[in-house]
């Protein structure tokens, strides 16, 4: 009884501002724990503490921390490089709100704050996965402009579908595209029910269309 009345307040909006909430880079070992716990109990994929090193060690710039107050309440973790000696990618490897804090713009403020650390370090792109089932952060990503490019079949351990979404940057020279990048986001939308390979052709041809000089 009292566990679950405990479990019950856990998911119980947090009354907070949005002004009250503080965005932190990551600043040292102190911080891996909070980003452990937070990705522990709310992704259902395993991570080991070698995972979590990798990305916060080389790319601590990319990683950032929410608080409200002493509490930890959201975490994004990053990397970045070159993919396939073509291209600069930046690739969002975890993102976390805790339950009670969610629905306040939490995730957009840290995913915000470490696409523009990628775009200020010359990546040209953005990718990460997603369950197909993840309505929330389908929804999120797909808000930002982010396309689905890809789905990959039983990716995660548990069984589940992912797509790939990925965000490009529109290069200098290439304004004039920008109207129609808007258009192929929203009509991402329409798309749900295609194949995975018909996402992949129509990502193919958004690169393409990023390769015009
Ligand atoms: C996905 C997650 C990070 C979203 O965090 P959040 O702080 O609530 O997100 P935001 O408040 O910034 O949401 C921004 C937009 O995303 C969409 N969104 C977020 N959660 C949603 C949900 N559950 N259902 C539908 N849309 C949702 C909405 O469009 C929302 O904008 P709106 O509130 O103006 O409608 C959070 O639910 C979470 O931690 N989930 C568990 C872990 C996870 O799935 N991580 C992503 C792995 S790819």
Redesign the pocket.
């Known amino acids: 009884m009292e566990a679950s009345k405990e479990a019950e307040d856990g998911e119980r909006n947090a009354e907070f501002d949005a002004s009250e909430i503080d965005y932190i880079s990551y600043d040292g070992e102190h911080h891996l724990p909070l980003i452990m716990s937070l990705v522990d109990q ?2 259902s994929e395993p991570y080991s503490i070698f995972t979590y090193r990798y990305f916060v060690y080389l790319w601590p710039q990319l990683c950032f921390l929410a608080f409200h107050g002493d509490k930890c309440v ?1 975490t994004v973790v990053c990397k970045m490089g070159e993919h396939r000696n073509t291209t600069f990618r930046g690739y969002i490897a975890m ?3 805790i339950k009670p ?9 840290l995913v915000t704050r470490s696409i523009n650390a990628m775009m200020e370090s010359g990546c040209e792109e953005v990718t ?1 996965e ?1 369950e197909v089932t ?4 389908l ?2 990503y797909g ?1 930002l402009g982010f396309i689905r490019a890809k789905r990959l079949f039983r990716y995660y351990l548990n069984g589940v579908d992912a797509f790939r979404l990925k965000l490009m940057f529109p290069q200098p020279d290439l304004h004039s595209y920008l109207p129609m990048m808007t258009n192929m986001d929203d009509s991402q939308h329409h798309r749900d029910h295609v194949s995975g390979h018909t996402e992949h052709i129509a990502a193919e041809e958004n690169l393409k269309l990023n390769s015009v000089s």
């Open positions: 709310e992704l959201g993102l976390v709100v804090y969610r629905g306040k713009g939490i995730a957009t403020e990460l997603a993840n309505k929330g952060a929804a999120l808000r």
